[in-house]
């Protein structure tokens, strides 16, 4: 009854922007912490953010002041903010709860930083 979408993601040059959204139905807010995660065929899928139901935040140092989480819980919507991206941010985006829940990953949203 999970089902996540994403959305939003592109390419963009070095120091650009983008706004990821993430639909997410049969997950309820106010219970579950929310996360934003990315996946790149060298790496392993790693947290890059995370939301809680009290509305507490928590990034990796090195993405911190550049990549805010932030949701709609009226509309079941979660949001990534990323600024000043880098090359190494380029990957595949994925929404879902802190901790995830298995069999439940989205198609994910691709997010190219390239010059």
């Known amino acids: 009854q999970v089902q996540l979408v994403e959305s939003g993601g592109g390419s963009v040059q070095p120091g650009g922007s983008l706004r990821l959204s993430c639909t997410a139905s049969?997950?309820?807010?106010?219970?579950?912490?929310m996360g934003w995660y990315r996946q790149t065929p060298d790496q392993g899928r790693e947290l890059v953010a995370r939301l809680t139901p009290a509305g507490h935040t928590l990034y990796p140092t090195s993405l911190q002041g550049r990549f805010t989480i932030s949701e709609d819980k009226a509309a079941n919507t979660l949001y990534l903010q990323m600024n000043t991206l880098k090359p190494e941010d380029t990957a595949v985006y994925y929404c879902n709860t802190q901790p995830p829940v298995r069999g439940t990953w989205g198609p994910g949203t691709q997010v190219t930083v390239s010059s």
């Open positions: 049969g997950i309820d807010f106010d219970i579950n912490a």
